[in-house]
């Protein structure tokens, strides 16, 4: 047997470790201690918008893509599968 019940012996150790290192940090804060919150009054609206707009686009795009290289792809192999048979 390898391990057996010193394995969640040690597993139990080390979650128990785990969750009082998790009480003795710090909780994390930007550097400069603004707050996303009060950043995003800052945030220019017009520039977010353009850039969901852009993936937006991207995303249609690459869809109209995948369908174009799929009929590619089975008209090859009905033209592989024409030649070979025919």
Known sequence: MTGGASFSV????S???NRNLGKIRPKLTSSDGISREKNMDKADLKSIDDNIRFRASRYTSSSSSGYFFAIMVILTLAWVIWTLFF
Do not use: T, Y
């Not at 040690?10 to 150790?13: A, C, E, H, L, P």
């Open 10 to 13: 040690s597993g139990n150790k």
């Open 15 to 17: 979650s128990k470790e």
